[in-house]
């Protein structure tokens, strides 16, 4: 029976995103499944790659066959397809097991599973499998990174769009409208969107915006 160890990131734009979400889905699965976490790894690192993530390649060192890493999403894990694929694969061999939260159609359990039914066919079969297990991390990261470039032109567009200014004095704090609280939450997790354009469409200061976004950090901490 291997450790189980957790792993948590987000970009570096640490105005604007946090480990709420993340903390509170791994938390819940520990919690589910009786686990306690031997280590916790986290940090603020772009998944452009594994070398430049310290914590991860710690994370990396430390495991052993029979150990478990359990990540809220895949995009926690990597956004390359090519090197991550490899660094699945390679884990995998190592017998680490992996749990993707979000994902659980390419946890390693599942996948194991296909690539032991490959095994008991012939070599046509186990070459088809390898393939079509490639296809499935490669078809999710796509689908990730396809649903935050929607998001993303979805809320550009529609603060291009608005003609709505607000006549609160700039500065004060009103109650947070659903939009507004739709459109933080869009912002704080995703960097293209623009301060200055949450701003005009809202009509808020600057000033104004950060405490709207601290005031939503501190709920999502709390909740």
Do not use: C
Request: glycine share 6%.
């Amino acid at each position: 029976m291997g450790n189980y160890f957790s792993y948590m990131r987000i970009s570096t734009d640490t105005e604007r995103q946090n480990f709420a979400r993340q903390e509170k889905a791994l938390k819940r699965y520990a919690e589910k499944h009786g686990i306690e976490y031997l280590h916790e790894f986290s940090e603020e690192k772009s998944a452009k790659n594994f070398t430049d993530r310290k914590e991860f390649n710690k994370l990396d060192k430390a495991l052993h066959s029979g150990d478990t890493v359990v990540f809220k999403d895949l995009s926690r894990f990597t956004r390359e397809t090519e090197n991550g694929y490899k660094k699945y694969m390679e884990w995998l061999e190592r017998g680490i097991n992996i749990v993707f939260l979000d994902n659980p159609g390419i946890s390693s359990d599942y996948i194991r599973q296909m690539m032991n039914t490959a095994e008991s066919h012939n070599i046509i079969t186990k070459t088809a499998m390898e393939g079509t297990i490639k296809t499935l991390l490669i078809v999710e990261l796509d689908m990730a990174e396809q649903q935050r470039r929607y998001i993303s032109k979805a809320i550009k567009d529609g603060i291009a769009a608005s003609d709505k200014r607000s006549g609160r004095k700039k500065g004060s704090l009103d109650k947070m409208t659903d939009e507004l609280r739709h459109d933080l939450e869009l912002y704080m997790h995703d960097r293209t969107i623009t301060q200055k354009a949450v701003m005009e469409k809202h009509g808020i200061s600057r000033n104004t915006l950060k405490k709207y976004v601290e005031r939503l950090a501190e709920g999502q901490r709390g909740g």
